[in-house]
């Protein structure tokens, strides 16, 4: 079937700290895979996505990088700021496009 | 502003009660959809639309009904809602069906069934 796995939270990061937050799937045809984030009492919105195998979606200094070899999409960036504490998803849909699988999403926290 | 809103808010009611939760986009666009967001479960799709009167289910349909009468609405009935089908509920749109656009979410309807 399909599915995605993300790394458990929640993450706590100092501001400035490198951020990789742990992003696997499965998928019974050729996925497209996307990072969504969730601030505080709000919809998700799309942070980046990446369509084909070794595509790098980028977007606000993150950035994730579509393996195939090794089925993931982890989310990186490499300063992060108080304002990215939110939930993220990681996210993956195949073949017609229509129907969508989300990660179990991974609280991020950055202190001052 | 284009967005998705979706209403109520916030519902609270008592189990067998039907309800409706609605959704309408202003950007005119093809795809909707209905997720429901539960505590480390992550969102899970409920039902797609591809267009008017096009609609499919996605992994967690039982229990809940959708209608696309018109391109802006896409309304999520409960006809006999029950304490497992409480949770934070999202209606999203994208913009072509069949593709792998952006959705967008509206703010969310936490319902609570007793």
């Known amino acids: 079937g399909n599915s995605v796995t993300q790394m458990e939270g929640p993450v706590t990061l100092s501001e400035e700290a490198f951020l990789t937050i742990n992003c696997t799937y499965t998928?019974?045809?050729?996925?497209?895979l996307f990072w969504y984030v969730q601030y505080p009492g709000e919809g998700l919105q799309l942070l980046l996505k990446?369509?084909?195998?070794?595509d790098k979606g980028s977007n606000k200094g993150f950035e994730a990088t579509y393996r195939k070899e090794t089925t993931s999409f982890h989310l990186e960036k490499g300063s992060v700021q108080v304002s990215d504490s939110a939930v993220y998803f990681c996210a993956l849909t195949v073949n017609t496009g229509n129907q969508f699988y989300f990660g179990t999403g991974t609280s991020l926290t950055v202190i001052p | 502003e284009a967005q998705v809103t979706q209403n109520p808010r916030y519902l609270i009611t008592v189990t067998g009660k039907k309800l409706t939760v609605t959704c309408s986009q202003n950007m005119n666009h093809e795809y909707m959809s209905w997720y429901r967001q539960d505590p480390g479960l992550g969102l899970r799709q409920i039902y797609y639309?591809?267009?008017?009167?096009?609609?499919d289910k996605g992994d967690v349909p039982e229990g809940y009904k959708v209608s696309r009468k018109e391109k802006r609405n896409f309304p999520l009935i409960l006809e006999s809602p029950s304490p497992n089908q409480t949770s934070l509920y999202f209606c999203?749109?994208?913009?072509?069906?069949?593709?792998?656009?952006?959705?967008?979410f509206g703010p969310g309807t936490r319902l609570t069934v007793l």
């Open positions: 639309s591809m267009n008017v009167e096009v609609t």
């Open positions: 999203a749109s994208s913009r072509l069906a069949g593709t792998y656009n952006e959705q967008f």
């Open positions: 990446a369509t084909k195998a070794d």
């Open positions: 998928a019974t045809g050729y996925p497209s």
